[in-house]
Protein backbone atom coordinates (compact mmCIF):
# COMPACT_ATOMS: atom_id res chain seq x y z
CA UNK A 1 0.00 0.00 0.00
CA UNK A 2 0.99 3.34 -0.76
CA UNK A 3 2.19 5.86 1.12
CA UNK A 4 0.95 9.95 1.19
CA UNK A 5 4.62 10.81 1.19
CA UNK A 6 5.05 7.86 -1.86
CA UNK A 7 1.61 9.18 -3.50
CA UNK A 8 2.98 13.06 -3.46
CA UNK A 9 6.07 12.39 -4.96
CA UNK A 10 4.13 10.35 -8.26
CA UNK A 11 1.63 13.55 -8.16
CA UNK A 12 4.83 15.81 -8.18
CA UNK A 13 6.69 13.53 -10.84
CA UNK A 14 3.97 13.67 -13.25
CA UNK A 15 2.96 17.66 -12.80
CA UNK A 16 6.47 18.02 -13.20
CA UNK A 17 7.06 15.80 -16.51
CA UNK A 18 3.59 17.73 -17.96
CA UNK A 19 4.99 21.29 -17.38
CA UNK A 20 8.08 20.16 -19.00
CA UNK A 21 6.18 18.25 -22.26
CA UNK A 22 4.27 21.39 -22.69
CA UNK A 23 7.00 23.70 -22.62
CA UNK A 24 8.82 21.30 -24.93
CA UNK A 25 5.82 21.88 -27.25
CA UNK A 26 6.09 25.75 -26.61
CA UNK A 27 9.55 25.45 -27.84
CA UNK A 28 8.60 23.65 -30.73
CA UNK A 29 5.63 25.99 -31.52
CA UNK A 30 7.38 29.81 -30.19
CA UNK A 31 11.38 28.69 -29.69
CA UNK A 32 13.31 29.10 -26.39
CA UNK A 33 13.27 33.01 -26.02
CA UNK A 34 9.34 33.14 -25.79
CA UNK A 35 9.18 30.37 -23.43
CA UNK A 36 6.87 32.01 -20.56
CA UNK A 37 5.77 30.27 -17.51
CA UNK A 38 2.49 31.79 -17.76
CA UNK A 39 1.92 30.63 -21.02
CA UNK A 40 2.86 26.70 -19.76
CA UNK A 41 0.52 27.36 -16.64
CA UNK A 42 -2.36 28.30 -19.10
CA UNK A 43 -1.60 25.56 -21.23
CA UNK A 44 -1.94 23.33 -18.70
CA UNK A 45 -5.05 24.78 -16.70
CA UNK A 46 -2.50 25.62 -13.59
CA UNK A 47 -2.36 29.49 -12.24
CA UNK A 48 0.61 30.68 -12.40
CA UNK A 49 1.23 30.51 -8.54
CA UNK A 50 1.18 26.78 -8.61
CA UNK A 51 3.57 26.07 -11.49
CA UNK A 52 6.22 28.39 -9.40
CA UNK A 53 6.26 25.91 -7.31
CA UNK A 54 7.62 23.58 -9.60
CA UNK A 55 10.22 26.22 -11.50
CA UNK A 56 10.74 29.36 -9.50
CA UNK A 57 11.63 31.24 -12.50
CA UNK A 58 11.44 30.58 -16.45
CA UNK A 59 15.10 29.98 -16.38
CA UNK A 60 14.82 27.50 -13.93
CA UNK A 61 12.54 25.74 -16.50
CA UNK A 62 14.86 26.27 -19.54
CA UNK A 63 17.84 24.90 -17.01
CA UNK A 64 16.00 21.42 -16.50
CA UNK A 65 14.74 21.49 -20.26
CA UNK A 66 18.86 21.81 -21.37
CA UNK A 67 19.95 19.24 -18.60
CA UNK A 68 16.75 16.94 -20.08
CA UNK A 69 18.13 17.29 -23.89
CA UNK A 70 22.01 16.64 -22.55
CA UNK A 71 20.78 13.70 -20.63
CA UNK A 72 18.99 12.37 -23.92
CA UNK A 73 21.66 12.80 -26.71
CA UNK A 74 24.27 11.41 -23.76
CA UNK A 75 22.57 8.38 -23.23
CA UNK A 76 21.75 7.84 -27.03
CA UNK A 77 26.01 7.93 -27.43
CA UNK A 78 26.29 5.77 -25.04
CA UNK A 79 24.14 3.23 -26.12
CA UNK A 80 25.25 3.69 -29.66
CA UNK A 81 28.88 3.12 -28.31
CA UNK A 82 27.89 -0.02 -26.24
CA UNK A 83 26.86 -1.49 -29.12
CA UNK A 84 29.56 -0.93 -31.00
CA UNK A 85 31.88 -2.81 -28.41
CA UNK A 86 34.65 -4.61 -29.93
CA UNK A 87 34.96 -3.05 -32.64
CA UNK A 88 37.96 -0.63 -33.74
CA UNK A 89 37.98 3.11 -31.99
CA UNK A 90 37.26 4.57 -35.22
CA UNK A 91 34.38 2.74 -35.91
CA UNK A 92 33.46 3.35 -32.43
CA UNK A 93 33.53 7.14 -32.92
CA UNK A 94 31.68 6.97 -35.97
CA UNK A 95 28.99 5.24 -34.13
CA UNK A 96 28.72 7.49 -31.67
CA UNK A 97 28.17 10.43 -34.46
CA UNK A 98 25.86 8.76 -36.35
CA UNK A 99 24.13 8.84 -33.20
CA UNK A 100 24.87 12.39 -32.11
CA UNK A 101 22.90 13.15 -35.86
CA UNK A 102 19.92 10.54 -35.30
CA UNK A 103 18.99 11.78 -31.74
CA UNK A 104 19.40 15.54 -33.29
CA UNK A 105 16.92 14.84 -36.39
CA UNK A 106 14.78 13.47 -34.06
CA UNK A 107 15.14 16.07 -31.80
CA UNK A 108 15.21 19.34 -33.88
CA UNK A 109 13.85 21.94 -31.34
CA UNK A 110 15.83 20.70 -28.07
CA UNK A 111 18.83 20.21 -30.39
CA UNK A 112 18.24 24.20 -31.09
CA UNK A 113 18.22 24.90 -27.45
CA UNK A 114 21.38 23.39 -26.49
CA UNK A 115 23.21 23.97 -29.78
CA UNK A 116 21.06 26.73 -31.63
CA UNK A 117 21.29 30.45 -30.36
CA UNK A 118 22.09 31.55 -27.06
CA UNK A 119 18.61 32.27 -25.32
CA UNK A 120 18.27 36.10 -24.40
CA UNK A 121 18.72 37.03 -20.76
CA UNK A 122 20.08 33.37 -19.83
CA UNK A 123 22.88 31.78 -18.90
CA UNK A 124 23.57 28.56 -18.08
CA UNK A 125 24.44 27.41 -14.69
CA UNK A 126 27.25 24.81 -13.74
CA UNK A 127 24.41 22.30 -13.00
CA UNK A 128 24.38 21.75 -16.45
CA UNK A 129 27.64 20.97 -16.85
CA UNK A 130 27.88 16.92 -16.59
CA UNK A 131 25.22 16.24 -18.76
CA UNK A 132 26.62 18.60 -21.43
CA UNK A 133 30.08 16.89 -21.35
CA UNK A 134 28.76 13.37 -21.67
CA UNK A 135 29.31 12.78 -25.54
CA UNK A 136 32.58 15.01 -25.07
CA UNK A 137 33.63 12.30 -22.53
CA UNK A 138 32.56 9.69 -24.66
CA UNK A 139 34.77 10.49 -27.12
CA UNK A 140 37.94 11.16 -25.76
CA UNK A 141 37.68 7.66 -23.51
CA UNK A 142 37.10 6.19 -27.27
CA UNK A 143 40.71 8.47 -27.74
CA UNK A 144 41.83 7.40 -24.96
CA UNK A 145 41.20 3.62 -25.91
CA UNK A 146 43.38 3.55 -28.98
CA UNK A 147 45.93 5.59 -26.92
CA UNK A 148 46.93 2.99 -24.82
CA UNK A 149 46.09 0.29 -27.55
CA UNK A 150 47.18 0.56 -31.05
CA UNK A 151 48.11 4.33 -30.71
CA UNK A 152 47.30 7.28 -32.33
CA UNK A 153 48.46 9.27 -35.03
CA UNK A 154 49.63 12.86 -33.84
CA UNK A 155 49.97 15.71 -35.82
CA UNK A 156 52.52 18.24 -34.47
CA UNK A 157 50.87 22.00 -33.43
CA UNK A 158 52.54 24.99 -34.35
CA UNK A 159 54.72 26.93 -31.96
CA UNK A 160 52.47 29.60 -31.05
CA UNK A 161 49.35 26.99 -29.99
CA UNK A 162 51.88 25.05 -27.86
CA UNK A 163 50.92 26.75 -24.51
CA UNK A 164 46.97 26.83 -25.11
CA UNK A 165 47.21 22.69 -26.21
CA UNK A 166 49.10 21.67 -23.14
CA UNK A 167 46.34 24.20 -21.27
CA UNK A 168 43.40 22.51 -23.14
CA UNK A 169 44.87 18.74 -22.57
CA UNK A 170 44.89 20.26 -18.60
CA UNK A 171 41.72 20.73 -18.40
CA UNK A 172 40.36 18.54 -20.68
CA UNK A 173 42.56 15.10 -20.75
CA UNK A 174 45.85 15.66 -19.22
CA UNK A 175 46.84 11.82 -19.86
CA UNK A 176 46.50 12.60 -23.55
CA UNK A 177 49.14 14.24 -25.89
CA UNK A 178 48.46 17.81 -25.97
CA UNK A 179 48.46 17.38 -29.97
CA UNK A 180 45.44 14.83 -29.49
CA UNK A 181 43.47 16.56 -27.52
CA UNK A 182 43.50 19.97 -29.75
CA UNK A 183 42.42 17.99 -32.45
CA UNK A 184 39.72 16.78 -30.19
CA UNK A 185 38.28 19.95 -29.33
CA UNK A 186 38.39 20.69 -32.97
CA UNK A 187 36.63 17.57 -34.31
CA UNK A 188 34.13 18.04 -31.73
CA UNK A 189 32.93 21.27 -32.75
CA UNK A 190 33.23 19.97 -36.29
CA UNK A 191 30.93 17.28 -35.52
CA UNK A 192 28.50 19.80 -34.36
CA UNK A 193 29.00 21.49 -37.14
CA UNK A 194 28.12 19.19 -39.50
CA UNK A 195 24.77 18.25 -37.40
CA UNK A 196 23.66 21.64 -37.31
CA UNK A 197 23.93 22.21 -40.43
CA UNK A 198 21.64 19.37 -41.60
CA UNK A 199 19.29 20.35 -38.38
CA UNK A 200 18.87 23.66 -39.84
CA UNK A 201 18.70 23.60 -43.20
CA UNK A 202 21.79 24.66 -44.16
CA UNK A 203 22.52 21.60 -46.80
CA UNK A 204 19.15 21.80 -48.56
CA UNK A 205 19.96 21.70 -52.52
CA UNK A 206 22.89 21.21 -51.60
CA UNK A 207 23.70 17.66 -50.24
CA UNK A 208 20.80 15.17 -51.14
CA UNK A 209 22.31 11.97 -50.02
CA UNK A 210 22.97 12.40 -46.02
CA UNK A 211 23.66 9.74 -44.42
CA UNK A 212 26.69 8.47 -46.51
CA UNK A 213 27.90 11.74 -46.29
CA UNK A 214 27.60 11.97 -42.35
CA UNK A 215 29.49 8.94 -42.51
CA UNK A 216 32.51 9.72 -44.84
CA UNK A 217 32.51 13.15 -43.07
CA UNK A 218 32.75 11.22 -39.34
CA UNK A 219 35.06 9.20 -40.24
CA UNK A 220 37.04 12.02 -41.41
CA UNK A 221 36.95 13.32 -38.05
CA UNK A 222 38.36 10.19 -36.69
CA UNK A 223 41.66 10.60 -38.57
CA UNK A 224 41.72 13.94 -37.91
CA UNK A 225 42.43 12.86 -34.11
CA UNK A 226 44.36 10.02 -34.85
CA UNK A 227 42.22 7.27 -35.17
CA UNK A 228 43.46 5.67 -38.42
CA UNK A 229 43.37 1.53 -37.33
CA UNK A 230 39.26 0.46 -38.67
CA UNK A 231 37.89 -2.67 -38.12
Known sequence: MSTPQGARARARAEITAAIKDEARRQLASEGAAKLSLRAVARALGMVSSALYRYFPSRDDLLTALIVDAYDSLGEAAETAEARADGVAPADRWVAVCEAVRGWALSHPHEYALIYGSPVPGYSAPQTTVPAAARVGNLLIGIV????????????????????????????????????????????????YGLVGFEVFGQFNRLVEDREPFFRHAAARLAEGVGLVHRS
Not at 152 to 173: K, Y
Request: charged fraction near 25%.
Open 144 to 191: RDAYRGRGVARTPVPAELEPEARRIAADLAPDLPPEVTVALVAAWAQL
